[in-house]
């Protein structure tokens, strides 16, 4: 499992490439036409690094997740989900590689955050049907990118800062205790809740791609900038990937 960076092909590692170059067979997951981008960019890796060697690609399309299901039915929707693409990649496993290859998942960002690859994989192998063992590469992540291109930490001194998701940010708002907080996974802006307290905004879409976007500022300023951008994107390009760090003045509440 290959963490390939969120999108500048400059942020694959030098371990990376190496494990891209001893793979036989790479397993592509197609999530349709809106993301036909990440896949593309996923391809010209393996051309710019591997120009000089054979491998074979093997693209499956993504199952679809039941993205309506909302509240109680939201976990079942995932679980569902998730056990389809075991099917898949149980299927790629047994049937796409011999008995001495290597195959990759090539995993935005690093596999080891708000991803699901490393899960299924781990169901795939308690299923038992097929033996393989595998190893993880990590990745540059979309929080490690945000804050690298806004030119500010994540935690402030001795602080700490947890990462959460839009819907969690909505039911919750900042958790106990914690003043820094990362959002991913937010296609509501849930940010503009916070419109009427003190607190900061370093935003950032298509990081570390030609189509990257950055605004940062109070809440209060940045939000309308950030809905328009959002949203001009969002119908330029047919789809959007974006995060954002929320930081409030210690002590606030
Ligand atoms: C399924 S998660 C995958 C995260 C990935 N494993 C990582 O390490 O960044 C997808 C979310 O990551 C964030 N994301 C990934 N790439 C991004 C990018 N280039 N720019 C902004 N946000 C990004 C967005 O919040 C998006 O909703």
């Known amino acids: ?19 891209m170059r001893h793979t036989d067979v790479f397993f592509l997951l197609d999530k349709g036409e809106a993301k036909a981008d990440l896949t ?33 039915a939201y976990s079942p929707a995932v679980g569902d989900w998730r056990s389809a693409r075991a099917d898949i990649y149980e299927r790629m496993i047994a049937e796409e590689l011999g008995e001495d290859e290597t195959g ?9 955050l708000y991803d699901s690859t490393l899960g299924i994989l781990e169901e795939v192998r308690e299923r038992g ?11 540059v992540s979309s929080v490690s990118a945000l804050v690298a291109r806004h ?27 914690v003043d820094d907080v990362v959002v991913m996974l937010d296609a509501h802006q849930r940010f503009r809740a916070f419109a009427d307290e003190d607190v900061d905004i370093y935003w950032g ?29 969002r119908e330029r390009k047919g789809w959007i990937m974006d995060t954002y760090l929320l930081r409030r003045a210690p002590g606030e509440r």
């Open 40 to 72: 593309r960019l996923r391809r010209d890796m393996l051309e710019t690094h591997l120009a000089d060697r054979t491998y074979r690609v093997v693209e499956e399309r993504d199952p679809e997740r039941d993205r309506s299901a909302g509240g109680a």
């Open 104 to 112: 990759a998942f090539l995993v935005w960002g690093d596999p080891a």
């Open 151 to 177: 030119r500010t930490g994540l935690n402030r001194v001795a602080r700490p800062v947890q990462i959460t998701t839009g819907r969690r940010l909505a039911e919750e708002g900042f958790p106990e205790g």
């Open 205 to 233: 879409a298509y990081i570390g791609t030609p189509d990257e976007i950055l605004v940062s500022g109070p809440v209060s300023e940045a939000a309308p900038r950030i809905e328009r951008l959002r949203a001009e994107a």
């Open 1 to 19: 499992m290959i963490g390939i960076g969120a999108g500048d092909p400059e942020q694959l590692t030098l371990q990376a490439v190496k494990a």
């Open 129 to 139: 049907t097929v033996p393989f063992a595998y190893d993880v590469v990590p990745g």
